[in-house]
């Protein structure tokens, strides 16, 4: 992360210093760096906090300036996206520097992949052994498992996990989170060990 | 997001289309196979383009709206939040419920509704961000580009019959409509919308329970949908739980905020607060070019072109075709007869001259007068996109 953080704020530094003289070329470029810069970070919230509600198809469809990416921003924050401040500047520059008016329809791969996404919520090895908490589980499963798996676990177009056969064998539950399977994606990246363990807690109550 | 994506757009692809082809969710087995498995499959030979795929959100290729009827599992879907979960829309569950200003609210089921005379008819249904991504600037939305629309049978009951059944009070001006579809988080408002009960009361307004002769879908709105003919298909409200009759329009953000359009001409650049706006409802003249296709390559000789051409609640009167970007135009002739809401297919024998690449445009004029322009109004919300439709293609030389 602060490998990613002093480049981000290099590429910054750089791209404030350049305002006002740039040639499109150059801006073009600047936006390919800010983009490549923030796409760790910025592609991690997108899985984490915008895909809960929509598929990040919808994102990388739009084309828009940074006014209008972050009238966007507020209104989703406005309808419960989980982003702090920080977060949300983040997103947004990123958008508007990836997926800004002359960007054309079909992009290239942004310079960096999702293996590299960083853990957003970072944790340490913990000491002794995870205990989850039921009550905090399920508000991470409201966050990030209810697109799919349905309201309470009872299934949409992911499968019901309430009752699901596969809680009575909590090492391939993990695994299944941290490695994803079929259709699922991995989470690893996005919770921590504590969370699957809250929300294995509370799916065990379902 | 594209390959950085975790879930690679194809298997997402591939697992969507088995569900449209099922038609429900019922066989989740097949699809999740499908969503797993990692084969090439362009998106363009789906049976759909898919444009979001969660909510799923997807238009017909447009070469596929030749025939007068769209087949079921190539018509447009579109929501905002996704099906609700199938099992409460089971027939021992679901229930219509009618309130509001009635004399007796009342609860139907799907066997009470059946035993109203059931009314068939054929209307187009389309997004009202059909074209949304032909406006310049781009507006924030699903990029939309032709194919939101389609033409199919709908079989139902009168709303008027159900409206009558439960006793409308004088005061009545608006009837809400409810789906049970949700969002994930509960902070996203509801998709609620109503209309005026001049359109509700009208006997062409119903609540379809089929599409094209079957059941409906569960993407087209199992068990239930409003069809409002001539008007956008944001109204068709699918999944129907809930008709609320009320003195005034829905509240709410899909009624009040989205969905609306300026009432007079705006500029992009233009400060937009406080500028009046009003609610999307009936369809404007449109039509499309079907035949040939975008970048089709055209041996020389003479090649019939085709389309369809559909005005809301006006009856299309003309169609025409041009090959000088619109500076001459030449009429086509209609094929089959004209029935109201439905869309009308059309066709022009072109002789072309030149070889190379040549654009061909076509516009309609439906009864009030009202043609199609180059290029629809700008609005913020991309909406009632209609400019003259337009195909490339490439004639050979000798």
């Known amino acids: 992360m602060n490998q990613a953080q002093s480049g981000t704020a290099g590429v910054l530094l750089i791209s404030v210093l350049l305002l006002g003289s740039m040639t499109t070329g150059a801006q073009e470029a600047d936006r390919d760096s800010v983009a490549i810069a923030l796409a760790p970070r910025a592609e991690g919230l997108i899985i984490a906090r915008c895909s809960v509600c929509h598929s990040p198809d919808l994102i990388s469809q739009q084309r828009l300036p940074q006014a209008r990416w972050h009238a966007v921003v507020e209104k989703m924050i406005h309808w419960g996206a989980q982003l702090s401040k920080d977060e949300a500047d983040v997103l947004t520059r990123y958008l508007s520097a990836r997926y800004h008016p002359a960007a054309p329809d079909r992009l290239p791969p942004v310079a960096s992949d999702i293996g590299n996404a960083e853990p957003l919520l970072n944790e340490q090895a913990t000491i002794g052994p995870l205990v989850g908490v039921a009550n905090r589980g399920q508000d991470l499963f409201a966050r990030n498992c209810q697109a799919c798996h349905g309201t309470e676990a009872n299934g949409g177009m992911g499968p019901k996990l309430a009752k699901n056969p596969i809680l009575k064998h909590e090492d391939l539950f993990w695994d299944t989170v941290l490695h994803g399977r079929g259709p699922m994606p991995a989470w690893d990246s996005i919770l921590t060990q504590q969370e699957i363990a809250d929300l294995y807690a509370w799916l065990l109550t379902r | ?398």
């Open chain 2, 1 to 398: 997001m594209s390959t950085a994506s975790p879930l690679s757009r194809r298997s997402w692809l591939k697992g969507l289309a088995a569900l449209v082809a099922s038609g429900t969710f019922h066989d989740l087995r097949l699809a999740a196979r499908a969503f797993a498995q990692e084969e090439a499959s362009p998106r363009e030979t789906g049976p759909l383009t898919v444009r979001v795929s969660r909510p799923f959100d997807a238009e017909t290729p447009v070469g596929e709206l030749n025939t007068f009827l769209t087949p079921t599992h190539r018509f447009f879907v579109r929501s905002h939040f996704g099906p609700p979960p199938s099992e409460h829309l089971a027939d021992d569950r679901w229930r219509l419920h009618v309130g509001g200003l009635v004399e007796r609210a009342t609860g139907f089921s799907m066997a009470d509704l059946r035993r109203f005379s059931p009314v068939s008819l054929t209307a187009v249904l389309q997004c009202s961000g059909n074209g949304r991504a032909h406006h310049r600037p781009r507006v924030p939305g699903v990029q939309w580009d032709r194919g939101a629309v389609g033409n199919a049978q709908w079989t139902g009951v009168r709303l008027r019959e159900i409206l009558e059944t439960a006793g409308v009070k004088p005061e009545a001006q608006h009837v809400r409509f409810q789906g049970a579809d949700r969002p994930v988080v509960d902070r996203v408002p509801l998709f609620t919308r109503s209309i005026p009960l001049a359109k509700a009361a009208h006997p062409d307004t119903i609540l379809a329970y089929e599409m094209n002769g079957h059941p409906l879908p569960l993407l087209h709105g199992a068990p239930l949908r409003l069809i409002t003919p001539g008007w956008m298909a944001e109204s068709c409200i699918k999944w129907l739980t809930d008709i609320v009759v009320q003195d005034g329009e829905a509240d709410g953000y899909y009624m009040q905020q989205a969905y609306r359009t300026p009432v007079r001409p705006v500029q992009p650049s233009d400060q937009l607060d406080g500028v009046p706006t009003t609610t999307v409802d009936r369809m404007v003249v449109k039509s499309l070019i079907t035949r040939p296709a975008e970048g089709e390559s055209l041996a020389r000789g003479p090649v019939t072109i085709q389309g369809v051409a559909w005005s809301g609640e006006a009856k299309v009167v003309a169609i025409e075709v041009s090959f000088d970007e619109g500076v001459t135009w030449e009429p086509a002739r209609f094929v089959g007869e004209g029935h109201p809401y439905a869309w009308r297919q059309w066709q022009y024998v072109w002789n072309p001259k030149q070889t190379g690449s040549r654009s061909i445009l076509c516009r309609a004029t439906d009864e009030r007068g009202e043609t199609q322009p180059a290029r629809s109004p700008w609005n913020p919300g991309g909406f009632l996109w209609n400019g003259w439709d337009r195909v490339t293609v490439t004639v050979a030389g000798t």
